[in-house]
C-alpha cells in the first residue's frame, strides 16, 4: 500500500510538473547583495558624516570592525548557502564565520577601550536605526534568495539571513558614526542591531513557515 | 553513483527543470529504489522508511528550483534525503515526548474482553483521525473525499496550487494511515 502511495505520488508529481527557473549562482546574490549594500554604505558616508579619523581609533576599533564585517559575510554566506541543497559545508563555514565574528564584535564592544561617560550611550538608538537600514539593502537581495530556497528550518534560515544583513549594517555605522564611546559602541553598533535582528528572526520565521506551506509548490 | 548514471539524472533534472513531464517521471522512478536504499540503510522501520522516501520526493519536487546545472546532481539529492531524515528524526522524538508510555503493570485489566473493531466502529475511528490532522491538511481530504471536488476545484477553494493541494491530502493520507495504524484498524478493514 504504502509503495502504491509512493507511486502514485511519483504520478502526481509529474503530472503537475510546471517549468521553474533555476536559482541564481551563490557568488552573484552574494556579489548583488554586497554591492547593494555598498551603496547604502556610501549613502550614508554622505548623509551621516565622518568618524573621527582612524589614526584616533584604538586596535580594539579595528577588531570590532573586522568581526562585524566577518560575521556579516559569514551570516549572508551561510543564509544564502543553507538555502541550496548541497550546498552545507559552505553553509557550515559561513555560519563558524559569523560566530567567529559576533564574538569578535562583542569583545570589542566589551573591552572598554573607548571609555565610559556619561552619555556613553547617547545616540545609541540613532545607530541602532541606521544598522537596521542600512543592513536592510543586503537583506533585500538575501532575503529573496533564501524564501525562495529550499528551507525547512525557518527559524534558523531566517536567524542568519537577519544578523548577517545587521552586521553588515552595523560594520557600516562603526565606521561612520563619530561617537566613539564605550557604552555606545557595545550597544548602538554591536549589540542593539545583532539582538534585534535575533529577535526579529521569530516572528519572520513563524510568518515564513505558514506562507510556506500554503504555497508549498508554487515555484 | 556511477558517473553514467549521474550524467544521465543530471539531463533529466534539466529537462524537468524546462517542463518535460515524461522525463521527470522518468527521474522519479528511478530515482525511488535508490533514495529506499539510501534512506533504508538509515531506518530500519520500512514503513516509516518509505513515509520518508516521499517526503524527499515531495521535497525534490519543491526544491527542484535550487538545482543548479553546473553543480554535480548527487550531492543535490542526498542533501535534500538527508533533510528529510533529520526532520523525520525531530518529528518522531518530539511525538515520543508527547506520548505516555503505558506500563503493562499499570494498565487496568478491562471489565469486558477486548473485541476486535467492528465495522461499524470504523467511520468513528475515520472520523477521529481526521478530526486530528492539522486544518490544511483535513480541509484538503475533506474536500477531495468527502465533498468530491477535483483537484482543481479544491486547490482554487482552499486558495493554493494544485500541487500543495496534493502535497497536504497526501500528508493528510499518511498521517491518517499512521493513526489508524496505531489504534489497531487493519487498512483493509475500512
Known sequence: MTRRLTDELVADLARDLEPVRPVARLRVV?????ALWGVAVVLAWFLDGHAPEPEA???????????LGVAGL????????NAVPGREPTAKVGLYAMGLGVSAALAAGMSGAWGAGSGSYQGSLGCVVRSIAIGSAPLLIAGLFVMRGAVSQFRGAACLVLVGSAGLGALAVQATCPTLTGGHVLVGHCVGPLVLAALASLPLAAVWGRSSSLHATKS | M????????????????????????????????YLRAFVGRRLLDSTASED???????????????????RPFSPWVHAIARNALIDFARQRTRR???????????VAEPAVAAVEPRAEQLPQALEDALAALPNSQREAVELIHLEGLSVAEAAERAGVTKSALKVRAHRGYRAMRASLDRDGIAEDEL
Open chain 1, 74 to 81: 559569514g551570516g549572508i554566506v551561510a543564509s544564502l548557502a
Open chain 2, 52 to 70: 520518508v522516501v516521499q517526503n524527499v520526493l515531495i521535497s525534490l519536487h519543491r526544491a527542484r528550483h535550487t538545482y543548479r546545472p553546473e
Open chain 1, 30 to 34: 552574494s556579489a548583488a547583495a554586497l
Open chain 1, 57 to 67: 581609533w584604538p586596535w580594539q576599533h579595528f577588531v570590532g570592525l573586522a568581526g
Open chain 2, 96 to 106: 515520543t515526548k508527547r506520548e505516555t508510555s503505558l506500563d503493562a503493570d499499570h
Open chain 2, 2 to 33: 556511477s558517473e553514467e548514471r549521474e550524467d544521465r539524472w543530471r539531463g533529466w533534472m534539466l529537462a524537468a527543470q524546462r517542463g518535460d513531464a515524461p522525463l521527470y517521471a522518468k527521474l522519479l522512478t528511478e530515482l525511488t529504489p
